[in-house]
């Protein structure tokens, strides 16, 4: 099996350090793209409803289904995987370069949610829409049931954790973060609150309280070599993957 080597930057684990191991993210979370910093610890990833139990506390799973679990035992023949990480890391970019050589099926949870407007309400802060995870959810089931999707998200932990069998989280040095999401016309206060998610990884500790560690991995995106290089591993991996489940 592929081997990825996580890509911790000293002085993020600093600052993540200094303020505790893991703090749990609660709150609203947009379909703009935008990571909304909490009022303590780390910034977080901001939903709409509120939780009926403290975050720590609530399942990292949604019940699977006997109806999924039955078909997909039968049925899914190529992985799925999900892409995660802060806004302009790089996620669409990957996903499409890695659709199109593996003939997985890309899909991007901003699109889908634009297409099919899968919304809860209007964010006026941040001036975007919420996103309808519940929605959302229902609409990707069969598409996860028959496996080969690669999924594109800001955000990570209301997918259930049965559909993936890989997660990628993609991290980018905070300069680069910061070019990238000045040339979209982010404003001033949306630049600070992303640039705030990525320097105490958000995303990545989001990943890992929902989904099993061992299947988490962090991915370096700050040029074209280092994408080059994860569509490889990506690609490699996923060959041993269908080796592995079609013998």
Known sequence: MVAFTPCFRSGDDADRRRLGERQPATGQETAGGECRPGSQGPPGCRRRRPLPLPAALRPRVRPASL????????TM?????????TPGV???????????????????VGDLAREGELYDGYDEEYDCPILDEDRVVDELENEMR???????YHGCDFFPE???????????????LYKRLETRGYNEKKLKDNIQCEIFQVLYEEAIASYKEEIVHQLPSNNPEELEDNINKILKWIEQWVKDHNS
């Open 146 to 152: 028959d496996g080969g999707v690669i999924v594109d």
């Open 162 to 176: 049965r559909w993936f069998h890989i997660v990628f989280v993609l991290r980018t040095d905070n300069s680069v």
């Open 90 to 108: 790089g996620k669409t970019t990957l996903g499409k370069e890695l659709a199109s050589r593996s003939g997985l099926k890309y899909i991007s």
């Open 67 to 74: 109806a999924f679990a039955i078909v997909a035992a039968k």
């Open 77 to 85: 023949r190529r992985p799925n995987i999900l892409l995660t990480g």
